[in-house]
């Protein structure tokens, strides 16, 4: 005969649902907390991205330097000290000559650019080598000073020195003295004396235009804005 009392069976069954609920929640609360270090870890990353990313684009932080123009080609001279810009079109020579180094540049324009770069150099009426100078002015032609790129340039009329029979001239010289050495700019266009004359036997050429030619002041502007875009500058 079972004297088991239904109460007690009751309470027996009502302490095995309370346990098994506890450990349900037990479980579920272990679970969330061991899946919620790697969500917390992928804040922190996603927080060290942004500060890194914040510090990368500072506006503190110093810019990139500007790449060279890709239309223009640099000519550098350690010898002498030198570095300037041509267009990437144009023709440059460069060769030796008494004291120094003369650099020719044939443009794509009408200007032709002369450059001598000398220390030394025949004095006037002597085959003695004397210091170079910038002595291309005269009492009836005086130099000016001009300040390009920084540098003061003497700048000369020298027209006259260039030209010939059916050849002339607009020319200037830009020159200045560094570390004991000459150098001097000289940008010049040239035009035919006949322009709508033939070579051969001098008869007029029909349909012939004549060239424009530019004043000497605008000339002289424009030679020097010539020189500017040469971006000269000493390296030594």
């Not at 098994?20 to 679970?31: E, F, N, R």
């Not at 002015?137 to 300040?147: L, R």
Request: aromatic letters at 8%; hydrophobic letters at 35%.
């Amino acid at each position: 005969m079972n004297n088991t009392n239904p109460s007690k069976k009751g309470l027996v069954v009502t302490i095995i649902v309370l346990v098994v609920i506890i450990l349900i929640l037990a479980a579920g609360v272990a679970y969330l907390t061991l899946n919620r270090g790697p969500v917390r870890d992928d804040e922190a990353l996603s927080q060290t991205a942004s500060t890194t990313l914040d510090v990368s684009t500072n506006t503190n932080t110093p810019a990139v330097a500007v790449a060279s123009d890709p239309s223009l080609k640099t000519y550098s001279n350690p010898e002498y000290g030198f570095s300037l810009q041509y267009p990437i079109k144009a023709t440059l020579n460069d060769h030796d000559i008494t004291g120094g180094r003369e650099i020719s540049i044939t443009p794509v324009t009408a200007t032709y650019i002369q450059i001598d770069v000398q220390n030394k150099e025949y004095g006037n009426q002597s085959s003695t080598m004397v210091p170079a100078q910038c002595d291309d002015g005269s009492a009836q032609n005086p130099s000016s000073q001009v300040i390009i790129g920084g540098i003061a340039f003497l700048k000369t009329d020298v027209s006259d020195l260039y030209g010939g029979m059916q050849i002339w001239s607009i020319a200037y010289s830009y020159c200045v003295q560094h570390n004991g050495i000459r150098y001097r700019i000289v940008p010049r266009i040239s035009y035919s004396r006949y322009p709508c004359q033939s070579e051969k036997d001098g008869s007029t050429i029909p349909d012939c235009v004549k060239p424009t030619i530019p004043s000497t002041a605008e000339a002289s502007t424009m030679f020097d804005g010539t020189v500017k875009s040469l971006n000269f500058m000493f390296t030594n």
